[in-house]
């Protein structure tokens, strides 16, 4: 891709990812006893973000002095061993799903200790405390861990070049590590790491405050482009999923849930599921009972020999159903009882300055209203777990974000003590949030502990269409004041959704900061009259977080800004950097947010994604008939993100979109190559979503069931992406999410500039009617 | 009994002749390079070759398969390196890498047919093999550097 681009040692496998996810040898390895030995060693503090879903804190360091292991590997930091022969293992701790955060962690470590990328290993971690949070989402992972990691790797680096300067009798400052060797400037002399191992791990572990930190100009890695340490294993088939763990004696569960959240099984007959070759026993699972959290959701599960017996009995077996509360959802109804909602007013939660004098005043005051349905996952690898329940402990084998989430939930099933659950973290086929919600595993847990054999559960695609968790349902409405030179004096922004903290707590019925956070309580403008008003909106559904969150935030706030722009008789760009306003940082203390001192909000960093946006793309530039251009820009996650969509639209009113360029500014880039594929991912998912998002309810029930009715994008319909980041050297954050919400609304944008025609409800399908 | 090929193995299979190709690979043989992701022939996760085409393995019966010769990701090279997976390498294709066996099973059919595709065709040839992660745009351009052109 450029010639920054670090290859592997040729040819491309040469190097070989250890399989870290590779399954406890069968049966069961006893759950290992956490010594003081394996926990953090260095002086450093844990750095560790505030999650955005509930994360515990990191350990704190313990002890000052590295253990002795002269002849054997040395473990100076609970992410980073080097073995007697110089290899380095590296611990990666978060869930890999794509983002290549098993990658990029890891990079960083190796980076600040000078380490060969071809001499590392990296392996996945258990989910473990001794680890910090694990809860990988909220775009967190490298905003929570850069700095750590650079220490951890900084922390070797030094002990590695005081052995050497010890070992030579010379003065440390004169001994430099370079690329898994220590070198003595005045002599030229140098050591490998492996002829260093066993002096260093004889030494105190410097405090933090005194490690030397690499400057940019140093960076091995960092802010270049690293192959995937999975790819290998990847491309032959051989990279381990959820699914594709088996153990020995294992059976296969399907599982029959509730049609409807919070229903419950009232009677049913599995004779026809029984009779089905390989069918073993049929097992009823507790129903859920709110708040429903990560919880299995209960009903009938068979378990058989091999998954296709499972599947299909499960679909032979005859249940009646207590369909509880919720069997009186449907879509069409609640889109008219959010809009409604969003037509009256609501809890004002950002009040500045007074929209109803500037509405008054104004000459004229526009108005727009908004919708965006559910959406789902729809990651490839459908939910799949594996539990092994003894009498003295449990392990699990999962896809999983949040491995620690799963220890007190399998410690409530077995009644085992936490110590004694085992949490084993799979590559995930895909997550996009839902994987932070461990309910497949709970199954797995419940399985094996009632048929005293190890378990998978596996769910089909319609399961997981039917019974996930989904992106909220939104109506917005949104109002503008306009004075007589055409200023925008006011702006009101009313909103309803139901929360994703419905699921922790039942009586959370309307948005919450978290949520209003990315995107609406934060807008930027510089506009004398803000108001934020929020509506109330029951959950029927298990509602979820989904990559980005709260995406149609983005879509109203920038559709609506384009509507105003051409309002005023202005073009878009000039419009959204008119109501940008003046550079300034903006209080997010005011909203209720927390004001990071690493990472403030800065309305010239979102002018800056803007501006190489429109240049990048051209904007201005005259184009083909049926084509416009649409803009749209997002602060969320720390990160800022613009997006100028072509569109071509036919005259039969059918489009597509032939060019995307995307700016992003998160401060530091960790792994290029990495980092702009999450954009290329973020803009063919952006576009499913305004093309083919969409899940609706009748009766309680979902009503899609595949790819067929739930659809995604397919090759060809993606568009061809150009990634741009800003360079700079700003504390890192997060990439994964930050592109995804500018697509929608600069196509929508973007169809406008092409035909006139205002579209406000998503998705918009494949013709514009 | 049913008898087939699979990677050159003769394997016999005495069950449910309604079982797809599928399972058997992934939970009787222990193939889990094939994946399991819509079970309805939708997504193309699960791309195999049988008689040297491209087939969705999750819809094609045991009883179909039989005397079939098939070939899953494990046995598209005996080295692992074929020109499409070190393609897919220099290209960085996958994100989760979950669909990308069925995704490299698929363009390995086409090339077979048809070595120096268009980007139209490799867009008709690729269009029933879902990427959710979006890793469309690499696919493309790690064919096309395999058929000889650069798109």
């Known amino acids: ?769 | 009994m049913i008898t087939l090929k699979v990677n050159g193995e003769t394997r016999e299979y005495g069950g449910d002749g309604d079982m797809p190709l599928l399972w058997f690979l992934r939970d009787l043989l222990g193939l889990t390079g094939t994946k399991y992701s819509c079970g309805k022939g939708l997504c193309g996760a699960c791309t195999v070759h049988m008689n040297g085409a491209a087939v969705r393995s999750c819809v094609i019966t045991m009883a179909a398969a039989a005397d079939a010769e098939v070939t899953t990701i494990e046995g598209l090279s005996p080295t692992g390196e074929h020109p499409l997976q070190i393609a897919w390498a220099e290209h960085d294709v996958p994100q989760c890498g979950y669909c990308q066996p069925g995704q490299i099973m698929q363009a390995a059919s086409l090339l077979a047919s048809n070595p120096n595709p268009s980007a139209e065709q490799i867009a008709d040839a690729m269009n029933g093999v879902i990427c959710r992660c979006g890793t469309y745009q690499r696919i493309g351009k790690a064919i096309a550097s395999v058929a000889g052109g650069d798109a």
């Open chain 1, 1 to 769: 891709m450029s010639a920054y681009r670090i290859q592997p040692p040729a040819p491309p496998f040469a190097r070989k990812a250890v399989a870290a996810s590779t399954p406890t040898a069968p049966g069961f390895e006893p759950v290992r006893a956490v010594s003081r030995r394996d926990f953090l060693k260095a002086g450093s503090v844990l750095v560790v973000g505030v999650s955005l879903f509930g994360c515990s804190p990191g350990e704190p360091p313990a002890g000052t002095a590295a253990e002795s292991a002269p002849s054997g590997p040395w473990t100076p930091d609970v992410y980073v061993t080097v073995e007697a022969d110089g290899l380095v293992r590296i611990i990666s701790h978060r869930c890999e799903m794509g983002q290549g955060v098993k990658t990029s962690l890891p990079s960083v470590v190796a980076d600040e200790m000078e380490a060969d990328w071809s001499r590392v290993l990296v392996e996945q971690a258990t989910g473990d405390k001794k680890y910090g949070d694990q809860s990988t989402g909220g775009s967190l992972s490298i905003i929570s861990f850069y700095q750590r990691m650079r220490e951890a790797g900084a922390s070797v680096r030094a002990m590695l070049e005081q052995a050497a300067a010890q070992q030579w009798g010379v003065p440390v400052a004169d001994c430099r590590a370079a690329n898994h060797r220590v070198v003595h400037g005045p002599s030229g002399r140098s050591a490998d790491f492996a002829e260093l191992v066993a002096a260093a791990s004889v030494l105190a572990v410097p405090p933090v405050d005194r490690l030397r930190l690499k400057t940019p100009d140093e960076f091995r890695y960092i802010g270049k482009e690293l192959q995937s340490v999975d790819l290998p294993d990847i491309v032959r088939g051989e990279a381990k999923y959820g699914a594709d763990i088996v153990l020995p004696g294992m059976k296969y569960a399907a599982i029959a849930r509730p049609p409807v959240v919070l229903g419950k099984v009232r009677s049913f007959n599995a004779d026809k599921a029984m009779a089905v070759p390989g069918v073993e026993q049929v097992v009823e699972l507790p129903a859920v009972e709110p708040p429903v959290m990560f919880k299995a959701l209960g009903g009938v599960a068979v378990i058989a020999d091999n998954s296709w017996a499972a599947l299909k009995a499960r679909d032979l077996l005859e249940i009646e159903w207590d369909e509880g509360p919720n069997a009186d959802y449907e879509s069409e109804a609640f889109r008219q009882q959010l809009l409604e909602t969003v037509r009256q007013p609501g809890e004002a939660v950002r009040d500045e300055g007074d929209f109803d004098a500037a509405a008054a005043a104004a000459a004229q005051v526009l108005e727009a209203e908004y919708y965006a349905p559910h959406l789902n996952h729809m990651m490839m690898e459908p939910p799949a777990a594996v539990a092994s329940v003894t009498e003295d402990s449990c392990e699990i084998w999962a896809p999983t974000q949040d491995p620690q989430s799963l220890i007190p939930m399998a410690a409530a099933v077995t009644g085992l003590p936490e110590d004694r659950i085992r949490v084993n973290m799979t590559l995930c086929g895909g997550a996009f949030g839902r994987k932070g919600k461990g309910d497949y595993a709970d199954e797995a847990v419940h399985l094996s502990k009632a048929v005293g054999a190890p378990v998978k559960v596996q769910w089909s695609r319609e399961d997981e269409v039917r019974h996930g968790y989904y992106h909220t349902v939104s109506a917005q409405h949104l109002a503008a004041a306009l004075d007589e030179e055409g200023r925008v004096t006011g702006w009101r922004h009313r909103l309803a959704y139901p929360t994703i903290f419905s699921i922790f707590d039942p009586a959370a019925n309307s948005p919450q900061t978290l949520e209003l956070g990315l995107g609406a309580l934060t807008l930027p403008y510089a506009v004398d009259s803000i108001r934020l008003e929020k509506g109330a909106a029951p959950a029927k559904v298990r509602i979820g977080w989904l990559r980005s969150v709260a995406i149609f935030q983005s879509f109203g706030i920038n559709v609506f800004t384009d509507e105003i722009a051409h309002a005023r008789g202005m073009d878009p760009l000039d419009n959204l950097l008119d109501l940008l306003g003046p550079d300034r940082t903006i209080d997010l203390a005011s909203f209720g947010m927390e004001n990071k001192e690493n990472h403030p909000f800065q309305t010239g960093r979102l002018r800056g994604v803007i501006e190489l946006a429109a240049e990048k793309a051209g904007w201005g530039r005259s184009v083909p008939a049926g084509h416009g251009l649409g803009i749209a820009a997002q602060y969320s996650f720390d990160t800022y993100a613009a997006s100028v969509v072509e569109v071509a639209v036919a005259d039969d009113g059918s489009w597509h979109v032939p060019r995307v360029v995307m700016t992003v500014d998160c401060g530091q880039v960790v792994n290029l190559d990495r980092a702009v594929a999450q954009q290329e991912g973020a803009a063919v998912m952006g576009l499913g979503f305004a093309r083919y998002g969409r899940i609706t309810a009748r009766d309680g029930r979902i009503e899609q069931g595949n790819f067929n009715n739930a659809r995604v994008v397919r090759h060809g319909e993606h568009p061809q992406a150009e990634v741009h980041f800003v360079q700079n050297h700003l504390p890192p954050s997060g990439i994964g999410e930050p592109g995804v919400p500018p697509f929608a609304p600069a196509l929508i944008n973007a169809i406008f500039a092409a035909t006139g025609k205002r579209l406000r409800e998503l998705p918009i399908g494949n013709r514009i009617g």
